[in-house]
C-alpha cells in the first residue's frame, strides 16, 4: 500500500478527499519533522533559559491566564488540561467525521507552529493508520477557544486513558494498547493546549459537507431532470442567453447542465400545451444555482481552515515570538456551517416541491403515481414523509452562530456555536439525502406514465440502473423500503 506524506503541502478540498477515502496510510515527511521538531525545540530552549510567563504553557487557562505554574508542574498542567475538558455529552459521532478530526489534527500541527513533540503528531497518525476511532461526543463544544471538549476526548485515546472504536468494538483505550503493545504519549509542556485549542471538530463536519453537498447537487440535478421530463417541463427557462443575463455564475452552470443533460430527450425537446412551468421547474438555475455558489464559498473557506494553525499560543521561532492571540475561535466556520446548512436545505425544499406536484395528478398523469388510485393509495405518503424532512431542516437551520453565551467567567465572552452548527448541518444532509431518493422514487414511477417517450440517454441509463434496485410499483406495497433503497441508491 502507497503512503501518503503530510509534508507542509497545501491541500485543496479534493486533496483532503481523496486521502480520506483512499485508506492509504499517512506519515509525516522531512520537511513536517523537521518544522515540528524545530519548533518543538525552540520552545523548550526558551522554557529553560528564561523566566517568561507564557500563556497555557505555565499558566492555567481561560480567566485562571494569570495563575501561575511551577516548572515541575508543567507536564501535569497538560494532562490535568486534556482530562478536565474531556466534558462532552450526547452521542457518539461517526467514524468518518472523527477520522477526519485526526488527519486535520495532524496536518495542523505539523505546520510547526504549536510547539508539540514528534511523537504526539505520530501517535495521531497511528490511531489514523489503524482506524482506532477515538470517542468524540456530538456536544459541548462553543467553537471559540477550538473545540475543546471534542477534541479532549480525542487527546484522551493519545494518552492511554478515554475509550475508543476498534474492529467496530468500544472499548477502553487501555484494552487496545495492551492489544497492541503500544504506549501512551506523554504529554509535555503546551502539548495539552495544541492538542484541545483548534477547529478540527467543526472542520471536519465541514469537509464532510462541503463533499457531501456537491454529491447532493450533483443528483438533485440529475433527479430535477428526470421531474422535467416526467412533468413535461419547458426548455426555454434553460437557455444560455436568459440565464446569462442574471450574472450569477451557478445559476449558468446549472442552466448549462441540465440543457446539456436533457439535450436528446424527446419529452424535452416536443412542443408543450402549456405556456409556463411552476417556480420549481422553471427556477431549477436559480434555486439550485445559489446553492452552488453557496457550496463555492464554503469550499474556499474549509480550504484555507484545512491549511490553517489554529491552537494558541502560536509559537514563531523564526521571529522569537510567542503569541496568545484568538486563530481558534470558529467564527469563519460557524457562519459557512450555517449558510451550507441553508443552501443544502433549499435544494431538499425545492425537491419537495417537485414531488409534489408529480403525485398532484396533473399534465395527464394519475394521482398519487399509481393505477387505480383509490384503491391504491400509490405515493401519497411518500411526499409526507418529504414534507416532514423539508419542515425539520426549516428548524434545524436556524442560525447557531448568532448566539453567544459568556464562559470561562467571562474571559471568553463571544463564542461561534460553531459546533453546533455543525451537527445541525450533518442531520440537514441526511434529511435532504432522504428527500431526493424519494423524488427519484416518485419521478421514475412518472416516466413510465410517459412511455413509449423517452427521456435523454443519461437518464434513461440512471433509471434502467434504478429499476434493478426498485421495482416499478403496480399495486400498493411497503414504500419506507423504497425510499431507503433510493436513498442508498443515489449517495452509496
Same mark, same amino acid.
Not at 298 to 315: H, Q, R, S
Not at 467 to 482: Q, S, Y
Given at each position: 500500500?502507497?503512503?501518503?506524506? !503530510? @509534508? ?7 486533496? =483532503? ?13 522531512? @520537511?513536517? *519533522? ?11 530552549? *526558551?522554557?529553560?533559559? /528564561? ?23 508543567? $507536564? ?6 486534556v482530562r478536565s475538558h474531556a466534558c462532552g455529552v450526547g452521542e457518539v459521532i461517526s467514524d468518518q467525521i472523527t477520522k477526519r478530526i485526526l488527519l486535520l489534527k495532524a496536518i495542523g500541527l505539523s505546520r510547526g507552529h504549536s510547539g508539540v513533540q514528534l511523537e504526539t503528531i505520530e501517535q495521531i497518525l497511528f490511531f489514523y493508520n489503524e482506524n482506532i476511532m477515538p470517542v468524540i461526543y456530538e456536544l459541548g463544544s462553543l467553537g471559540a477557544s477550538g473545540d475543546l471538549a471534542p477534541l479532549a476526548h480525542m ?46 471538530? %467543526? ?17 438533485? @440535478? ?9 412533468l413535461e417541463g419547458i426548455r426555454t427557462p434553460f437557455k444560455s442567453n436568459v440565464n446569462a443575463l442574471r450574472n450569477q455564475k451557478g445559476q449558468i452552470k446549472v442552466a448549462k447542465y441540465i440543457s446539456e443533460r436533457l439535450k436528446d430527450s424527446e419529452l424535452f425537446k416536443m412542443e408543450k400545451e402549456h405556456v409556463q412551468d411552476p417556480y420549481s421547474l422553471r427556477c431549477i438555475p436559480q434555486i439550485h444555482g445559489a446553492s452552488l455558489d453557496a457550496i463555492d464559498y464554503c469550499k474556499g473557506i474549509l480550504e484555507? /481552515? ?16 510567542? !503569541?496568545?492571540? +484568538? ?22 425544499? #425545492? ?5 409534489? *406536484?408529480? !403525485? ?13 388510485? +383509490?384503491?391504491?393509495?400509490?405515493? %401519497? ?11 425539520? #431542516? ?8 448568532? $448566539? ?7 474571559? /471568553? $465572552?463571544?463564542?461561534? %456555536? ?28 412518472? %416516466? ?10 443519461? @437518464?434513461?441509463?440512471?433509471?434502467? /440502473? ?5 421495482? =416499478?410499483?403496480?399495486? $400498493? ?9 433510493? *436513498? ?5
Amino acid at each position: 500500500m502507497s503512503t501518503h506524506y !503530510i @509534508n507542509n503541502q497545501h491541500y485543496t478540498l479534493e486533496d =483532503f478527499e481523496k486521502v480520506i477515502s483512499s485508506g492509504i496510510r499517512v506519515e509525516l515527511g522531512e @520537511n513536517a *519533522k523537521e518544522a515540528v521538531q524545530q519548533c518543538y525545540n525552540y520552545l523548550h530552549e *526558551k522554557l529553560s533559559s /528564561e523566566s517568561q510567563v507564557i500563556y497555557g504553557i505555565n499558566t492555567g487557562f481561560g480567566s485562571l491566564c494569570d495563575t501561575v505554574v511551577g516548572d515541575h508542574e508543567l $507536564d501535569q498542567l497538560q494532562l490535568n488540561l486534556v482530562r478536565s475538558h474531556a466534558c462532552g455529552v450526547g452521542e457518539v459521532i461517526s467514524d468518518q467525521i472523527t477520522k477526519r478530526i485526526l488527519l486535520l489534527k495532524a496536518i495542523g500541527l505539523s505546520r510547526g507552529h504549536s510547539g508539540v513533540q514528534l511523537e504526539t503528531i505520530e501517535q495521531i497518525l497511528f490511531f489514523y493508520n489503524e482506524n482506532i476511532m477515538p470517542v468524540i461526543y456530538e456536544l459541548g463544544s462553543l467553537g471559540a477557544s477550538g473545540d475543546l471538549a471534542p477534541l479532549a476526548h480525542m487527546s484522551l485515546s493519545l494518552i492511554g486513558e478515554g475509550e475508543v472504536i476498534y474492529k467496530g468494538i468500544r472499548k477502553p483505550t487501555s484494552d487496545v494498547f495492551s492489544e497492541l503493545n503500544r504506549k501512551p504519549v506523554s504529554l509535555k509542556a503546551k502539548e495539552g493546549l495544541a492538542l484541545l485549542n483548534g477547529t478540527q471538530f %467543526m472542520s471536519a463536519f465541514l469537509s464532510y459537507s462541503v463533499a457531501t453537498g456537491i454529491d447532493i447537487l450533483n443528483s438533485a @440535478n440529475n433527479i430535477a431532470s428526470i421531474s422535467l421530463d416526467a412533468l413535461e417541463g419547458i426548455r426555454t427557462p434553460f437557455k444560455s442567453n436568459v440565464n446569462a443575463l442574471r450574472n450569477q455564475k451557478g445559476q449558468i452552470k446549472v442552466a448549462k447542465y441540465i440543457s446539456e443533460r436533457l439535450k436528446d430527450s424527446e419529452l424535452f425537446k416536443m412542443e408543450k400545451e402549456h405556456v409556463q412551468d411552476p417556480y420549481s421547474l422553471r427556477c431549477i438555475p436559480q434555486i439550485h444555482g445559489a446553492s452552488l455558489d453557496a457550496i463555492d464559498y464554503c469550499k474556499g473557506i474549509l480550504e484555507n /481552515e484545512i491549511n490553517a494553525v489554529t491552537d494558541n499560543p502560536t509559537i514563531f521561532p523564526e521571529t522569537d515570538e510567542i !503569541i496568545s492571540a +484568538g486563530n481558534f475561535h470558529g467564527q469563519p466556520l460557524a457562519l459557512s456551517l450555517d449558510f451550507l446548512a441553508i443552501a443544502i436545505s433549499e435544494l431538499g425544499s #425545492n425537491s419537495e416541491r417537485r414531488t409534489y *406536484k408529480l !403525485i398532484a395528478g396533473d399534465r395527464g398523469l394519475p394521482a398519487f403515481l399509481i393505477k387505480n388510485p +383509490g384503491l391504491n393509495s400509490g405515493l %401519497m405518503i411518500a411526499q409526507y414523509s418529504c414534507a416532514s424532512l423539508v419542515s425539520q #431542516n426549516k428548524q434545524l437551520c436556524t442560525p447557531a452562530s448568532v $448566539d453567544t453565551i459568556d464562559s470561562s467567567n467571562g474571559q /471568553e $465572552d463571544h463564542v461561534s %456555536m460553531g459546533a453546533n452548527a455543525a451537527t445541525k448541518l450533518f442531520k440537514v444532509i441526511q434529511n435532504v439525502k432522504s428527500i431526493i431518493g424519494i423524488e427519484l422514487l416518485c419521478a421514475s414511477q412518472a %416516466m413510465e406514465f410517459r412511455r413509449p417517450l423517452k427521456s435523454s440517454a443519461a @437518464n434513461e441509463e440512471l433509471l434502467s /440502473e434504478f429499476r434493478k434496485t426498485v421495482p =416499478f410499483i403496480d399495486e $400498493d406495497r411497503i414504500i419506507a423500503e423504497d425510499i431507503k433503497n433510493s *436513498k442508498e441508491y443515489l449517495f452509496k
